[in-house]
């Protein structure tokens, strides 16, 4: 009955209009320091009078801008920023696709290599997180080998193969200009 439920409010709530949230952000200068206040509201459920999502509505006093406030009282509380969450799988198909590396029949390969290997394990959060032995390998590739780990140069690799599979390039072509500065690199790097 559960699932019914949950799949009978999601396809209902795929077919409805999206909701209209009023984002208010309020800056406040405070001598040298600037606080910040959010708030939000719901301007029109949407489809969250379906499918009930955690939205908190918080509003904010109607304020003229430049104006003077007074000071009520003041709460010292720290706030520390955070990193960035770890990877999950999704998250980082979806950074693979924004950079274009990858396809999406290798995206599943590439997840289930750097598994497979060592260099990251899935946390009790199901995020990514690296290992050591992750960490070390990242760390001696960047240091050695920079250009191959390079956003960029996989991009443009990736693009080159699509217009080799395309009949526009030559992959006798791809394959040299790749090959030989790698190939020097890794001959000095083995020595070294």
């Not at 904010?60 to 003077?68: Q, S, V």
């Not at 191959?148 to 072509?173: H, I, P, R, S, Y």
Request: charged share 30%.
């Amino acid at each position: 009955k559960k699932l019914y439920r949950l799949i009978w409010q999601r396809f209902l709530a795929s077919q409805m209009p999206p909701a209209r949230v009023a984002t208010t952000v309020l800056d406040v200068k405070a001598g040298e320091y600037t606080l910040r206040a959010s708030g939000q509201r719901i301007l029109f459920d949407g489809f969250l009078k379906i499918y009930q999502m955690k939205v908190a509505e918080t509003e904010l006093p109607d304020l003229a801008p430049r104006g003077n406030l007074k000071l009520e009282k003041l709460l010292p509380e720290q706030h520390f920023t955070e990193p960035p969450p770890r990877y999950s799988e999704a998250s980082l198909v979806k950074i693979l696709e924004k950079n274009g590396i990858g396809r999406p029949s290798t995206y599943a390969p590439i997840i289930s290599t750097v598994q497979d290997r060592g260099y990251v394990q899935k946390n009790e959060s199901r995020r990514l997180a690296p290992t050591e032995i992750g960490f070390k390998v990242n760390d001696m590739l960047v240091e050695n080998f920079p250009k191959v780990v390079d956003v960029q140069f996989t991009a443009k690799m990736e693009n080159d193969l699509d217009e080799v599979a395309d009949g526009q390039m030559k992959w006798q072509n791809v394959i040299k200009d790749f090959y030989e500065p790698f190939a020097q690199n890794l001959e000095e790097k083995y020595e070294s």
